[in-house]
Protein backbone atom coordinates (compact mmCIF):
# COMPACT_ATOMS: atom_id res chain seq x y z
CA UNK A 1 0.00 0.00 0.00
CA UNK A 2 1.64 3.04 -1.16
CA UNK A 3 1.42 5.65 1.99
CA UNK A 4 3.33 8.64 0.67
CA UNK A 5 1.64 11.68 0.71
CA UNK A 6 -0.47 12.85 -2.35
CA UNK A 7 1.38 15.78 -3.39
CA UNK A 8 0.57 15.86 -6.95
CA UNK A 9 -0.28 19.03 -9.15
CA UNK A 10 -4.20 17.88 -9.05
CA UNK A 11 -3.84 17.45 -5.22
CA UNK A 12 -2.45 20.88 -4.73
CA UNK A 13 -4.70 22.70 -6.91
CA UNK A 14 -7.67 21.63 -4.59
CA UNK A 15 -8.04 23.41 -1.04
CA UNK A 16 -7.67 21.28 1.98
CA UNK A 17 -7.34 22.00 5.45
CA UNK A 18 -3.63 20.75 4.76
CA UNK A 19 -3.12 23.82 2.49
CA UNK A 20 -4.79 25.71 4.83
CA UNK A 21 -2.74 24.91 7.53
CA UNK A 22 0.57 25.06 5.42
CA UNK A 23 -0.37 28.43 4.36
CA UNK A 24 -0.96 29.46 8.28
CA UNK A 25 2.47 28.36 9.40
CA UNK A 26 4.21 30.31 6.66
CA UNK A 27 2.25 33.53 7.56
CA UNK A 28 3.31 33.11 11.10
CA UNK A 29 6.50 32.02 10.02
CA UNK A 30 6.77 35.63 8.54
CA UNK A 31 5.26 37.15 11.14
CA UNK A 32 7.52 36.27 13.58
CA UNK A 33 10.51 37.04 11.00
CA UNK A 34 8.88 40.88 11.24
CA UNK A 35 8.84 41.24 15.08
CA UNK A 36 12.47 39.43 15.66
CA UNK A 37 13.53 42.24 12.79
CA UNK A 38 11.62 44.93 14.63
CA UNK A 39 12.66 44.16 18.50
CA UNK A 40 16.34 44.18 16.61
CA UNK A 41 16.01 47.53 15.13
CA UNK A 42 14.93 48.92 18.42
CA UNK A 43 17.29 47.15 20.14
CA UNK A 44 19.91 48.88 18.05
CA UNK A 45 18.00 52.49 17.80
CA UNK A 46 18.13 52.27 21.79
CA UNK A 47 21.75 51.63 22.26
CA UNK A 48 22.58 54.45 19.90
CA UNK A 49 20.65 56.60 21.30
CA UNK A 50 22.03 55.65 24.88
CA UNK A 51 25.90 56.27 22.86
CA UNK A 52 25.14 59.31 21.63
CA UNK A 53 23.69 60.90 24.73
CA UNK A 54 26.60 59.96 26.59
CA UNK A 55 29.13 61.51 23.68
CA UNK A 56 27.17 64.43 23.56
CA UNK A 57 25.98 65.42 27.35
CA UNK A 58 28.47 63.10 29.27
CA UNK A 59 25.87 61.14 31.43
CA UNK A 60 23.87 58.20 30.99
CA UNK A 61 20.07 58.24 30.24
CA UNK A 62 17.45 55.51 29.21
CA UNK A 63 16.29 57.53 26.52
CA UNK A 64 12.26 57.05 26.29
CA UNK A 65 11.38 54.96 22.74
CA UNK A 66 9.01 58.13 21.85
CA UNK A 67 12.19 60.58 21.15
CA UNK A 68 14.11 59.25 18.32
CA UNK A 69 16.54 61.99 18.55
CA UNK A 70 18.33 63.35 21.65
CA UNK A 71 21.37 65.50 21.88
CA UNK A 72 23.44 68.15 24.08
CA UNK A 73 24.88 71.27 22.53
CA UNK A 74 27.34 73.22 24.10
CA UNK A 75 25.79 77.41 24.53
CA UNK A 76 28.71 80.11 23.25
CA UNK A 77 26.93 82.43 26.05
CA UNK A 78 27.61 79.85 28.71
CA UNK A 79 30.67 77.86 29.32
CA UNK A 80 30.71 74.71 29.96
CA UNK A 81 26.71 74.71 29.65
CA UNK A 82 24.78 72.92 26.77
CA UNK A 83 21.19 72.52 26.01
CA UNK A 84 19.74 69.19 25.88
CA UNK A 85 16.94 68.44 22.71
CA UNK A 86 14.43 65.91 22.96
CA UNK A 87 13.09 65.25 19.78
CA UNK A 88 9.72 64.19 19.50
CA UNK A 89 6.19 64.04 16.80
CA UNK A 90 3.87 66.02 19.46
CA UNK A 91 -0.14 65.81 17.79
CA UNK A 92 -0.43 69.39 18.95
CA UNK A 93 2.06 70.67 16.92
CA UNK A 94 1.58 73.59 13.74
CA UNK A 95 2.42 71.35 10.95
CA UNK A 96 1.68 67.39 10.95
CA UNK A 97 5.16 65.09 11.24
CA UNK A 98 7.17 68.59 12.35
CA UNK A 99 9.69 67.72 14.84
CA UNK A 100 9.44 69.48 18.48
CA UNK A 101 12.00 69.78 20.73
CA UNK A 102 11.76 69.41 25.03
CA UNK A 103 14.81 71.37 25.84
CA UNK A 104 16.46 71.65 29.34
CA UNK A 105 19.54 73.33 30.60
CA UNK A 106 22.71 71.56 31.46
CA UNK A 107 24.41 74.28 33.62
CA UNK A 108 27.79 72.35 34.15
CA UNK A 109 27.39 73.72 37.65
CA UNK A 110 26.92 72.10 41.08
CA UNK A 111 23.27 72.65 42.05
CA UNK A 112 24.54 75.08 44.98
CA UNK A 113 26.08 77.21 42.00
CA UNK A 114 23.81 77.35 39.73
CA UNK A 115 21.10 78.15 41.63
CA UNK A 116 23.22 80.48 43.46
CA UNK A 117 24.67 82.31 39.80
CA UNK A 118 20.82 83.72 39.50
CA UNK A 119 20.63 81.95 35.68
CA UNK A 120 17.95 79.82 36.12
CA UNK A 121 14.25 82.21 34.74
CA UNK A 122 12.27 79.95 36.92
CA UNK A 123 13.83 79.32 40.56
CA UNK A 124 15.19 81.69 43.11
CA UNK A 125 16.55 81.88 46.41
CA UNK A 126 16.48 84.46 48.51
CA UNK A 127 19.73 86.27 49.64
CA UNK A 128 18.43 86.18 52.98
CA UNK A 129 19.21 82.78 53.49
CA UNK A 130 22.87 81.26 52.89
CA UNK A 131 21.87 77.64 53.18
CA UNK A 132 21.81 76.45 49.61
CA UNK A 133 21.05 73.04 50.67
CA UNK A 134 18.86 70.79 48.77
CA UNK A 135 16.60 70.36 52.07
CA UNK A 136 16.12 74.28 52.20
CA UNK A 137 12.62 75.76 51.89
CA UNK A 138 13.65 78.77 50.18
CA UNK A 139 13.92 76.93 46.72
CA UNK A 140 10.90 77.75 45.97
CA UNK A 141 9.37 79.64 42.07
CA UNK A 142 10.18 83.14 41.05
CA UNK A 143 6.92 84.77 39.95
CA UNK A 144 7.53 83.91 36.60
CA UNK A 145 7.57 79.91 37.34
CA UNK A 146 4.43 80.62 39.21
CA UNK A 147 3.00 81.91 35.93
CA UNK A 148 4.55 79.45 33.27
CA UNK A 149 2.99 76.69 35.60
CA UNK A 150 -0.50 78.87 34.89
CA UNK A 151 -0.85 80.02 38.94
CA UNK A 152 -1.15 83.25 39.94
CA UNK A 153 -0.21 82.30 43.56
CA UNK A 154 2.43 80.38 44.96
CA UNK A 155 0.12 77.84 47.39
CA UNK A 156 -1.20 76.88 44.10
CA UNK A 157 1.92 75.26 43.29
CA UNK A 158 3.14 71.60 44.95
CA UNK A 159 6.87 71.00 45.12
CA UNK A 160 7.93 67.35 45.14
CA UNK A 161 11.28 66.27 46.41
CA UNK A 162 13.03 63.82 43.39
CA UNK A 163 16.12 61.68 44.13
CA UNK A 164 17.85 59.28 41.61
CA UNK A 165 20.62 56.93 41.48
CA UNK A 166 23.44 60.25 42.23
CA UNK A 167 21.31 63.09 42.62
CA UNK A 168 18.82 65.14 44.24
CA UNK A 169 16.08 67.80 42.68
CA UNK A 170 12.90 69.13 43.00
CA UNK A 171 9.40 68.94 40.48
CA UNK A 172 6.96 71.77 40.45
CA UNK A 173 3.90 71.31 39.29
CA UNK A 174 0.26 73.13 39.77
CA UNK A 175 -1.79 71.98 42.64
CA UNK A 176 -4.94 71.56 40.58
CA UNK A 177 -5.00 71.64 36.19
CA UNK A 178 -5.80 75.11 34.83
CA UNK A 179 -9.18 75.43 33.01
CA UNK A 180 -9.77 75.86 29.41
CA UNK A 181 -11.36 79.16 30.05
CA UNK A 182 -7.37 79.88 32.56
CA UNK A 183 -5.65 79.06 29.35
CA UNK A 184 -7.88 80.68 26.60
CA UNK A 185 -6.78 80.46 23.38
CA UNK A 186 -3.40 78.47 24.59
CA UNK A 187 -5.72 75.38 25.34
CA UNK A 188 -4.21 72.60 24.53
CA UNK A 189 -6.71 70.37 22.34
CA UNK A 190 -5.49 66.95 24.97
CA UNK A 191 -4.75 67.41 28.61
CA UNK A 192 -1.23 68.33 29.31
CA UNK A 193 0.87 68.39 32.23
CA UNK A 194 3.30 71.26 32.81
CA UNK A 195 6.31 71.35 35.10
CA UNK A 196 9.67 72.69 36.44
CA UNK A 197 12.39 70.44 37.03
CA UNK A 198 15.59 70.86 38.65
CA UNK A 199 18.05 67.50 39.50
CA UNK A 200 21.45 67.81 40.10
CA UNK A 201 24.62 66.94 42.57
CA UNK A 202 28.15 68.31 43.27
CA UNK A 203 29.24 67.98 39.20
CA UNK A 204 26.26 68.84 36.95
CA UNK A 205 22.53 70.35 37.55
CA UNK A 206 19.62 70.05 34.68
CA UNK A 207 16.76 71.88 34.70
CA UNK A 208 13.70 71.40 32.53
CA UNK A 209 10.38 73.86 32.08
CA UNK A 210 8.09 72.51 29.70
CA UNK A 211 4.73 70.95 29.03
CA UNK A 212 3.89 67.62 27.80
CA UNK A 213 0.72 65.41 26.93
CA UNK A 214 -0.08 63.96 30.19
CA UNK A 215 -0.97 60.57 28.97
CA UNK A 216 0.17 58.07 26.12
CA UNK A 217 -1.91 58.44 23.07
CA UNK A 218 -1.72 54.60 21.60
CA UNK A 219 -2.36 56.38 18.26
CA UNK A 220 0.45 59.00 18.64
CA UNK A 221 3.43 56.49 19.64
CA UNK A 222 6.24 59.11 18.72
CA UNK A 223 4.85 61.60 20.99
CA UNK A 224 6.60 62.38 24.22
CA UNK A 225 4.56 62.42 27.10
CA UNK A 226 4.92 63.80 30.96
CA UNK A 227 4.87 59.48 32.10
CA UNK A 228 7.63 58.84 29.87
CA UNK A 229 9.76 61.84 30.38
CA UNK A 230 9.54 61.28 34.00
CA UNK A 231 10.79 58.01 33.80
CA UNK A 232 13.98 58.82 31.33
CA UNK A 233 14.57 62.34 33.60
CA UNK A 234 15.08 59.88 37.07
CA UNK A 235 17.12 57.18 34.93
CA UNK A 236 19.59 59.79 34.70
CA UNK A 237 23.31 59.18 35.99
CA UNK A 238 25.63 62.14 35.96
CA UNK A 239 28.67 60.28 37.82
CA UNK A 240 30.94 61.67 40.51
Not at 33 to 42: E, K
Not at 53 to 77: D, G, N, Q, V, Y
Not at 171 to 189: D, N
Request: positive net charge.
Amino acid sequence: MNTEPNLSPGFLEKPSSVKILISFLMLCLASSCHVHAAAANAATLFKFKQRRIKETCHFSMRPPSSSPIITCTALAHYPGAKVLQMGHYPEDFPGPGMLANTEGFLSGQSTQDYLASGISDWIAVPARTGDLDQGDDAIQLNEYGVDFLWATRPDEIKREKLRGKDWTGYLWTRRTEPTRKEMGEAAPKKPQRCFIALIGNQKNSLEFATCLARDRNPREPNELHYRDFMRALKSIEFGR
